[in-house]
C-alpha cells in the first residue's frame, strides 16, 4: 500500500489505577500490538511512550500518549510532526467507543469524535476529523450499565474479570486489524472487520 511509515496510537490515561479502565482500551490495544511482536512501548518522546515495530515490511510506529485522555491531540500532533506523518493516510487511532458493545469494534477512515474527549482533542489538534481510527466496544450491560446510570464513572472504574475476558478477545482482534491496515489499507481492514456477523448490527 504506502511505503511511508504508519502511525498507531491507542489513546488511554496514564497511571496504574487508570490500566484496566474501560477508557484505556486504546492503551491496552497498543500493548497487545507491541507484546505480539515482542517489544516494549518504552521509548519517551513527543510526551508519549513510543515503539517501533515492522508489519509486512513497513515501518509502525506505536505510541500511547502520556498527556491524560483530554489532551492526546498535543502529543498526536508532536508525534505527526516528528515522524513527518500525513494523518488522512499514515494515522491509525485507536480508542473506547461506548456506543459499541463491550466486544465489538469498528474500523472508519474518518468520523466525528462522537463525544469522545480523547478523538476530540485529536480532531481539534489536528484541526481535521479526517484520519483512521479503531474503535473499541466498551458499552456496559448488566450490573455495570445500571452503574452507569446511576452516574458512576464506568469509563474510569476497573474491569470486571468477566469484562475483561471479553475485551481480551476483542484487543486480538484489534490488533489483526491494524495488521491488515498496515499491510492493505483502512479500505481492506474496513470490509473484514465491519461484517455484521462479527459485531452485530453496524451502526454510524
Not at 59 to 69: N, R, S, Y
Not at 123 to 150: K, M, N, Q, T, V
Not at 179 to 192: D, H, K, S, T
Request: hydrophobic share 45%; glycine share 10%; with cysteine.
Amino acid at each position: 500500500m504506502h511505503s511511508g511509515a504508519l502511525l498507531v496510537i491507542g489513546l488511554g490515561n496514564p497511571g496504574i489505577e487508570y490500566q484496566f479502565t474501560p477508557h484505556n482500551a486504546g492503551f491496552l490495544a497498543v500493548d497487545r500490538i507491541a507484546d505480539d511482536h515482542r517489544v516494549a512501548v518504552a521509548n519517551r518522546r513527543c510526551r508519549a511512550m513510543t515503539a517501533k515495530i515492522q508489519i509486512a515490511g513497513r515501518e509502525v510506529i506505536l505510541a500511547k500518549p502520556e498527556t491524560f485522555m483530554n489532551l492526546s491531540g498535543l502529543s498526536v500532533a508532536a508525534l505527526v510532526e516528528e515522524f513527518d506523518i500525513d494523518p488522512r493516510r499514515d494515522l491509525l487511532v485507536l480508542y473506547d467507543e461506548l456506543a459499541l458493545p463491550l466486544g465489538a469494534l469498528r474500523v472508519r477512515e474518518r468520523g466525528s469524535p462522537a463525544g469522545h474527549n480523547g478523538a476530540g482533542s485529536v480532531s481539534g489538534a489536528l484541526r481535521s476529523d479526517d484520519w483512521a481510527r479503531i474503535r473499541i466496544g466498551i458499552g456496559p450491560d448488566g450490573e455495570a450499565a445500571s452503574a452507569f446510570r446511576r452516574g458512576k464513572d464506568y469509563l474510569l472504574t476497573p474491569l470486571r474479570k468477566a469484562d475483561l475476558a471479553t475485551l481480551d478477545e476483542v484487543l486480538d482482534r484489534v490488533a489483526k486489524a491494524v495488521e491488515v491496515v498496515a499491510a492493505r489499507g483502512i479500505g481492506a481492514a474496513m470490509n473484514e472487520f465491519n461484517r455484521r456477523d462479527l459485531n452485530g448490527p453496524v451502526e454510524e
